[in-house]
């Protein structure tokens, strides 16, 4: 079941928290609720997905992308996602999650979203790796031209850091493996 009742509050929410710009963050707050947690008490790692999903989300409706892709006929397209668990967010314990388009090379986005508690520990990270998919086109749109759409134009991404190329590695490797059969 995905959290409709937090989705309706995040677009409800949106204009308030004002734009979304490229280098920004978006930040939603949360509280760990039953319907969150496994048996451990503690926020499953299902969830930490599905709420990674509203912070883009919200950088969709904020920054344009949403009614860009509807012009357009474009879709988002995950590709893969990493996590990493530091800390755990147990019931009840208020929480955030700070979701930032980090760089792009090509048709790829690379994402990141931080699940913080109040005093600011990171509980988990998780990298995204994603593209926007021209359903007309068949192909996915190169991210500087997305860029440019949104007004945004002649923006030059950073390089991947190091923990980012690592990821798109991986990503690629299993993207691989998983064509191989």
């Not at 996602?81 to 792009?104: K, N, P, Y």
Request: aromatic share 10%; with cysteine.
């Amino acid at each position: 079941m995905y959290v409709w009742l937090r989705f309706a509050r995040m677009a409800a929410t949106t204009g308030a928290r004002g734009p979304y710009r490229p280098g920004g963050e978006s930040v939603l707050s949360f509280r760990c609720l039953p319907t969150d947690i496994d048996f451990n008490l503690h926020l499953n790692n299902a969830r930490y997905l599905m709420l990674a999903d509203l912070g883009r989300i919200d950088i969709f409706f904020r920054s344009g992308l949403f009614a860009l892709m509807r012009r357009r006929n474009w879709a988002p397209m995950l590709g893969g996602v990493q996590t990493a668990f530091v800390r755990e967010v147990r019931l009840w314990q208020r929480f955030s999650v700070a979701s930032s388009i980090e760089t792009w090379d090509g048709t790829q986005v690379i994402g990141r979203h931080r699940f913080m508690h109040e005093d600011g520990a990171v509980a988990a990270t998780v990298l995204t790796t994603a593209g926007v998919y021209d359903r007309k086109a068949k192909r996915f749109v190169p991210m500087d031209e997305v860029v440019a759409e949104l007004g945004h134009g002649g923006r030059v991404p950073r390089p991947p850091n190091d923990a980012e190329q690592a990821f798109l590695a991986s990503h690629s490797g299993l993207r691989a493996l998983s064509k191989r059969g």
